[in-house]
């Protein structure tokens, strides 16, 4: 049996949906990593640093959960850490031909690496942290999506940006 279980991503930032999907998957495994990617492909508002820290606050009630940064390919990372599986969250269907193509090719670079994926509440499903982003940025309430300190530091961030800025890359 797996005690380990990785959650990869982009955590920018960290959110409810994700949190669920983090609560569950510590019911399950011994330990869940939580690998806040330090490439990606994405336009980040946070630092490599922020999203860590942020995840570090939404996720202090679980003692089995570590947040930590990883660099280069995710089933590397997965294999360094002992782990065989790989958490992901399955919101709506529209996430099903991204994440089975994401998921094979995984599987191609590692076999013996599994991709689990974990369902969250209904109330999430439609969920992301863009989604979050675009609602603060245009004045509106982020409240149910993610927890009030986050919240606090978005704002924060909008403020000081005054425009919406992005950071140049992820780092
Ligand atoms: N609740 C809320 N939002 C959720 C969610 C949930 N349960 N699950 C996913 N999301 C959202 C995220 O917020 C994110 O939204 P955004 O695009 O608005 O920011 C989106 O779904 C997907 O983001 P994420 O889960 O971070 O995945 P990703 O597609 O950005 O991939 C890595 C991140 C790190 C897993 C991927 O880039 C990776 O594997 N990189 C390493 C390089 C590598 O190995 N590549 C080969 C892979 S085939």
New binding site residues.
């Given amino acids: 049996m797996e005690k380990t279980a990785i959650y990869?991503?982009?955590?920018?930032p960290i959110?409810y949906?994700?949190v669920?999907?983090i609560e569950r998957a510590s019911k399950i495994f011994d330990e869940v990593i939580i690998g806040v990617?330090k490439e990606?492909?994405?336009e980040c508002l946070f630092s490599l640093t922020e999203r860590i820290e942020l995840a570090r606050e939404a996720t202090k009630h679980l003692p089995n959960v570590i947040i930590e940064s990883f660099t280069g390919?995710?089933?590397d990372y997965v294999r360094k850490r002992n782990s065989k599986v790989m958490i992901r969250?399955l919101?709506a269907v529209s996430d099903f031909e991204y994440e089975l193509q994401?998921a094979l090719?995984?599987r191609t670079l590692s076999e013996e690496i599994e991709t689990v994926f974990l369902i969250?509440q209904s109330k999430?499903l439609y969920?992301?942290?863009?989604?979050v982003k675009q609602i603060i940025s245009t004045g509106g309430s982020i409240k149910e999506y993610v927890p009030e300190t986050i919240r606090e530091k978005m704002e924060l961030k909008y403020k000081t940006k005054v425009k919406y800025e992005l950071q140049e890359d992820c780092s």
């Avoid at 969920?127 to 989604?131: C, D, F, M, P, R």
């Fill in positions: 990869p991503g982009t955590f920018d959110t949906g994700h669920d999907i990617a990606t492909y994405k390919l995710v089933v969250g919101r994401i090719a995984n969250p999430y969920l992301s942290s863009s989604l």
